[in-house]
């Protein structure tokens, strides 16, 4: 049997002590919107989290927010920014109850080369703009609670690290000494929840040949 995900299990059990202290507004179903990047879109966690919280007994709907290559930073400080190619009006229409945000993978690359758009090269560098990520993210905040008239439970999750010699050049370091601190920084000073996923085991086995997505 294949074993249940990891970053699934964390992210669940956080969503399903949020969902105990939250009622939901008009609706039976806890729904629950994950924004995020590739590793959010396109490795199965968000169906795992559904299948999770189903049995735990949790009458749950979760939307998978992500999209491949977005950042947390804004379109003028990254290539390819979530306020630009994300599924924010998505999102809005669902109307969540709870929310996890795990952006800040592609905000870390700090490579050489340059372009614009989400078609840009792997190494590109957004890092340069890094005192532009923790202000990108309260506006966030402040933009989901304005759009959506009431204030949703929201889990700050940390991303995963990245493995030496990734695909994306993103920089270990980025998150371990500047990123996670920006990203407690803001949960900290809007009393939200964090969820790590930043744990040397899944570093122990990332995609093949990428170092980026854990498995």
């Known amino acids: 049997?294949?074993?249940?995900?990891?970053?699934?299990?964390?992210?669940?059990?956080?969503?399903?002590?949020?969902?105990?202290?939250?009622?939901?507004?008009l609706h039976a179903q806890t729904k629950?919107?994950?924004?995020?990047?590739?590793?959010?879109?396109?490795?199965?966690?968000?169906?795992?989290?559904?299948?999770?919280?189903?049995?735990?007994?949790?009458?749950n709907t979760v939307q998978n927010e992500g999209v491949s290559t977005t950042t947390m930073l804004k379109p003028e400080y990254s290539?390819?920014?979530?306020w630009t190619y994300g599924k924010l009006a998505q999102m809005f229409q669902l109307k969540p109850d709870v929310i996890t945000i795990m952006l800040g993978t592609n905000?870390?690359?700090?490579?050489?080369q340059t372009g614009t758009?989400?078609?840009?090269?792997?190494?590109?560098?957004?890092?340069?703009?890094?005192?532009q990520f923790a202000p990108a993210y309260n506006a966030m905040i402040d933009t989901i609670y304005s759009t959506l008239g009431y204030k949703p439970?929201?889990?700050?999750?940390?991303?995963?690290?990245?493995?030496?010699?990734?695909?994306?050049?993103?920089?270990?370091?980025s998150f371990t000494k500047e990123m996670i601190p920006m990203?407690?920084?803001?949960?900290?000073?809007?009393?939200?929840?964090?969820?790590?996923c930043h744990l040397s085991?899944?570093?122990?086995?990332?995609?093949?040949g990428d170092g980026i997505h854990p498995t």
């Open 117 to 131: 758009g989400c078609n840009s090269p792997a190494c590109i560098n957004n890092w340069k703009n890094k005192a």
């Open 153 to 173: 439970k929201i889990f700050c999750v940390f991303p995963p690290p990245a493995a030496p010699n990734n695909v994306l050049c993103d920089a270990e370091t």
């Open 1 to 25: 049997m294949m074993k249940k995900c990891t970053i699934c299990q964390e992210i669940a059990t956080f969503c399903l002590l949020g969902s105990l202290f939250f009622t939901p507004p």
């Open 32 to 59: 629950i919107a994950c924004i995020g990047n590739s590793i959010t879109c396109c490795y199965g966690y968000t169906d795992a989290l559904h299948n999770l919280l189903t049995s735990s007994g949790i009458n």
């Open 107 to 112: 905000d870390a690359k700090q490579g050489t």
């Open 183 to 196: 990203i407690q920084q803001v949960a900290a000073d809007r009393g939200l929840p964090t969820i790590n």
């Open 201 to 208: 085991s899944y570093s122990a086995n990332p995609s093949p």
């Open 79 to 82: 290539n390819c920014s979530y």
